[in-house]
Every structure is written in structure tokens, then in C-alpha cells.
């Protein structure tokens, strides 16, 4: 405990870690909570605790081999980074990627965003008390895991993304489970997500919590979801990267309010966003090949940038025409996004720190490496 | 028996996971795989818990929070390694700052495979801690502390760390 004087009444500050072992973080996030009784003064992060060095075994291990090593980059996202990755090296190997391949990617990535929304939406629920929620979102979310272990062979780690196209293709049966999936799921949610919309008690531990107005947003490089609640459209499925071009190209999610609840909305809207997309991607998919033969080793250097479910993620990659990359690394959206973090928490009630640190849907593992 | 090992409490520790197998071991929690109907209860802190469950490899940071949280919690008390990467350092092994696998620090009882474990080997694995538990709590073993039972590998103390306990407020 110290002293400070910051008036003539001397006003007693405590500082408390939050982390890195707590029920409410599944993962080592360690925060100093310097408070004022219970108003929080001011937070500072203590990060590290996650990191293993990944982006140097990157440069120790094979390119092709480098696919599973970024997909333990997060378990959570895992195929959107090993996208990420290939869609890199195929950009500096100038590979044409097969456009049926591209709608896989779709397919995979947008199931892996709905299953880490709900995950979200789950560990918040559990955040502000409702456990009761936590438990329905998440059984909802098992259908998604189910049919992911269903078409990709695996539940979290799908390793079906590869340099120059996909490893498995879906058969007509299997898209149709898909879409039979899609459909119960959002009929589940349809009887869940009011309670999480509406309800009372939920909404006063939301409305008006953990405010970021827009230009602050803008002025701490928010992204994704956080950024969308305070009314920026930024989206980088817009680009048009694999195949969001083909399928209409995208429409960002926004709300203005800027608070918990509305963080939280984008993630309920793109729930339903996401359902769409798969829904497009099976109805347009082509015929043709899954994936096309890669030859040679990766030289140059590129940036690549998508957006994962908790925003943008961006890869470097510098390859000198060896089997190793000669650098690798990644800027994930929870990096992004602690600055914008740090900046809801001061003046915020000790109570509503938990629900205000899962609002940005942290994912230190990314965060870290 | 005993009856701590029909209702262990369980408390988890994410050392330096991917969050895969934390959100396999968050699953069992959840109506699918339910571990509450075995009587096995998640809790929150190490001092109400029986069982530690560690995912991710240890690095030099983690070490010092790990061993903290295992000193916390009281004996008879059993440890599961969940994944590759607590089990050997997986993937990780190799990173400039890992240390490899969690019984690089504490002893462990139970490693449970894949990356990341299925819940179902994860059920599993718990269910056989218990039951080293259960056999701990009969012969009066498992009372050591870990400076006793493992030669700590260098624990350097940062200075970031010095300051603040490390577990839950
Ligand atoms: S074993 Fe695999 S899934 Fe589990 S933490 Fe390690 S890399 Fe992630």
C-alpha cells in the first residue's frame, strides 16, 4: 500500500495484481490495479507470461512445416493464422490458388469465427456472474466444434489449410451437415441471445461500461469488433481476400455507443454475418481441384493482413529463397487493442473490471507469442 | 474411498499455452462433457483445490507463478499435465525461453497426450488423478513441498515479480 497527496486530503491508494492466475482469465494476463477505494486509478500490464519465442522457431523450422507451428500461434483462431500464413508465402511464390480451395478457406474460416464468438460471449457471460449462459452459449458452440472435427479432422487445431490450396474437400453430404448444422445452431440462439440482449440485470452490468468514444478509438489503433463498437467500419474481409470478393464482398458490423454492450452486440450481429457467409460460400462453391502443387522456396518479403475474429492480424514474412525464413512476425489484434484497454479501465468500478477486460475478447497467447 | 477423491477440486493454470487445450479444458466444464456430474468441481483458487491442472509449457517467467500456485495448494494434492506442451514442451520445446515441460518444476502425476488433449482424454486423465489422490490421502503422502521433492531449475527472481502475490486477489 502507498501514500500519495494528490489534494490536502491525502488519498490512500492500493495497488492489487489482477492475474496471472485468475478465475475470470483463462489465461496469464497480469494487470496492477492501482485503485482508490474501489474506483481504479490507473492499470498497468505486466505481460510475458505467455511468450515462447515462436517467432524465432519459425525461422528455426521449414516454411511448409511453419503452417502448424503459427497455428499454435492461439488455439482459439488457429486456422485464420495458418490463412494468414499461406496466403503470404503463396503471395510471395506467386501461387494461384484454386478458386474452389479459396471457398474452403471461406467455409473453414467463418465456422471458426462463430465458434470463437461464442466462445467470447460465453466467457463474458460468465464475467458479469451468468453462469447459467456461459453453459447454453457453449454447448451451442459444441455443434460448430463437432462439425469442424466432422469436415477438417480435428475440433480446435484443423491443419486443412496448406501452401497452395486446402488438404481435405467436402463432399455434397458433408456440406449439406454443414448447412443442417448452421441452422440449428442459429435456431439455439434464437432462444438464447434475447436473454443476453435484453435482460435486465445484463444490461445494467453493460450499458455504459468501459466507454471508448470514436476518436479515441481511432487515435489508439483499435481494431476489429472493439473498433466497430465505437462506430469505425473497418473490416478487412472488405479487401476481398480469398474468396469474400466472390460472394458480395462485406458490409462491417457497427454500432456507436462504444460501450461493453455494444462490443458485445457486434459479436451476437456477426454471429448471424458469419452464418451467411458459409451459407454463400457452399451455394457458390465451383468444381475444380483442391489445391495446386508448390515448387521452389519462398523469396522476398511480404505483409499480410485479415481480420480475425478479434480484428486485424498482420504476418511479415521475409523468405531468402532458403527452406527457412530468414524473419517472422506477427502483430495480433489483442496487441492492438490493450492500448485502447488501458485507456476503458481508469475511472471504471474494481467490480467491472473483469467484464471490461473480456469486452476486447483478449487472447494473450496471441498477444505473446 | 476416501471421500476427497470422489468430489476433487479442480484449479487450472495456464503456464504458456496456445489456449488450445484451455479451451478443450473449459469444454469439460460446459453440458457436453460435464465434469460436475464425476463430482469434480473447477475452482478458482489454489487453496480451495485438490488437483492442478497445467496446460502450456513452462518458460523462465511462468516458473516462479507455477511453483507458487503449487505450494498453495494444500496436501494431499495431485498434478495433471495437460497436452504435449506441459508434457515435454510440444512444439515449444525449442523456444530460446522455454523450459520444457511442467515437470521441469513441479512433480507431476498424471500426462494426458495430444495437442490439443481431446476432453475425453482430459475426463480421463482427471479421473485417474483422483484416484492417485485418493491413494496419497490414505498413506499419508504427498505432504512434501516441492523445494523438497524436485531441485528447482534456477529460478531467477525478476524484478517485475518481486512486488505483488501472484495468484488471485
Ligand atoms: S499441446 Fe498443443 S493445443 Fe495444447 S497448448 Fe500446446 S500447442 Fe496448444
Not at chain 1, 127 to 156: D, S, Y
Not at chain 1, 258 to 281: P, T
Not at chain 2, 46 to 72: C, F, Q, W
Request: charged content about 20%; hydrophobic content about 40%; aromatic content about 6%.
Amino acid at each position: 500500500m502507498q501514500t500519495t497527496a494528490t489534494s490536502a486530503f491525502p488519498t490512500r491508494n492500493t495497488v492489487i495484481p489482477f492475474g496471472p492466475q485468475h478465475p475470470v482469465l483463462p489465461e496469464p494476463l497480469q494487470l496492477r490495479l492501482v485503485l482508490e477505494d474501489e474506483r481504479v486509478v490507473e492499470a498497468l500490464p505486466a505481460i510475458g507470461y505467455c511468450h515462447r519465442g515462436l517467432e524465432k522457431i519459425a525461422e528455426k523450422k521449414d516454411f511448409i512445416q511453419n503452417v502448424y507451428l503459427v497455428e499454435r500461434i492461439c488455439g482459439i483462431c488457429s486456422f485464420m493464422h495458418s490463412l494468414t500464413y499461406c496466403q503470404g508465402i503463396e503471395e510471395l511464390m506467386k501461387v494461384d490458388v484454386p478458386s474452389r480451395a479459396k471457398h474452403l478457406r471461406v467455409v473453414w474460416a467463418e465456422l471458426h469465427r462463430m465458434h470463437s464468438h461464442l466462445l467470447f460471449l460465453g466467457l463474458v457471460s460468465d464475467a458479469f456472474g451468468f453462469e447459467n449462459l456461459f453453459m447454453q452459449l457453449w454447448r451451442v458452440r459444441e455443434h460448430i466444434l463437432e462439425i469442424m472435427e466432422k469436415t477438417a479432422g480435428a475440433r480446435i487445431m484443423l491443419s486443412v489449410c496448406s501452401i497452395g490450396g486446402v488438404r481435405r474437400d467436402l463432399d455434397d453430404g458433408q456440406m449439406a451437415e454443414v448447412l443442417r448444422v448452421l441452422d440449428r445452431v442459429e435456431h439455439e440462439l434464437e432462444e438464447i441471445l434475447p436473454t443476453l440482449m435484453n435482460d435486465y440485470s445484463v444490461r445494467q452490468r453493460l450499458c455504459g461500461v468501459g466507454l471508448l468514444s470514436p476518436d479515441k478509438a481511432h487515435d489508439l489503433g483499435a481494431v476489429g469488433p472493439t473498433a466497430r463498437a465505437s462506430g469505425i467500419p473497418m473490416d478487412h474481409r472488405q479487401t476481398g481476400y480469398a474468396a469474400y470478393g466472390d460472394l458480395g464482398g462485406v458490409t462491417p458490423v457497427t454500432e456507436t455507443a462504444g460501450d461493453c454492450y455494444a462490443r458485445i452486440m457486434i459479436r451476437v450481429r456477426e454471429l448471424h454475418q458469419s452464418a451467411e457467409f458459409v451459407r454463400k460460400a457452399i451455394q457458390k462453391i465451383p468444381a475444380g481441384p483442391i489445391a495446386v502443387p508448390v515448387k521452389g522456396n519462398p523469396d522476398g518479403e511480404v505483409l499480410v493482413r485479415m481480420e480475425q475474429p478479434r480484428g486485424e492480424l498482420i504476418f511479415y514474412i521475409k523468405g531468402n529463397g532458403t527452406r527457412n525464413l530468414e524473419r517472422f512476425r506477427a502483430r495480433t489484434p489483442t496487441f492492438a487493442n490493450l492500448p485502447a484497454l488501458l485507456h476503458m479501465l481508469p475511472g471504471c468500478q474494481l467490480a467491472d473490471v473483469p467484464v471490461i477486460i473480456l469486452s476486447i475478447d483478449p487472447c494473450i497467447s496471441c498477444t505473446e507469442r | 474411498m476416501s471421500a476427497i477423491a470422489k468430489s476433487p477440486w479442480v484449479v487450472h493454470f495456464n503456464c504458456s499455452s496456445c489456449n488450445g487445450c484451455d479451451i478443450e479444458f473449459l469444454a469439460c466444464l460446459t453440458p457436453f462433457y460435464d465434469v460436475e456430474r464425476l463430482g469434480i468441481l473447477h475452482v478458482g483458487n489454489p487453496k480451495h483445490a485438490d488437483v492442478l491442472v497445467v496446460t502450456g509449457s513452462v518458460n523462465h517467467r511462468t516458473a516462479r507463478v507455477l511453483k507458487n500456485v503449487y505450494d498453495m495448494i494444500p496436501s494431499p494434492k495431485v498434478v495433471v499435465a495437460m497436452g504435449v506442451c506441459s508434457s515435454s514442451g510440444g512444439i515449444f520445446a525449442e523456444g530460446y525461453n522455454v523450459l520444457g515441460g511442467i515437470d521441469k518444476v513441479i512433480p507431476v502425476d498424471v500426462f494426458v497426450p495430444g495437442c490439443p488433449a481431446r476432453p475425453e482424454a482430459m475426463l480421463d486423465g482427471i479421473l485417474k488423478a483422483a484416484a492417485i489422490l485418493d491413494r496419497k490421502a490414505r498413506e499419508g503422502t504427498g505432504v512434501a513441498t516441492v523445494s523438497a521433492a524436485k531441485p528447482v531449475i534456477n529460478l531467477v527472481p525478476l524484478a517485475a515479480d518481486a512486488a505483488p502475490a501472484p495468484a488471485a486477489p
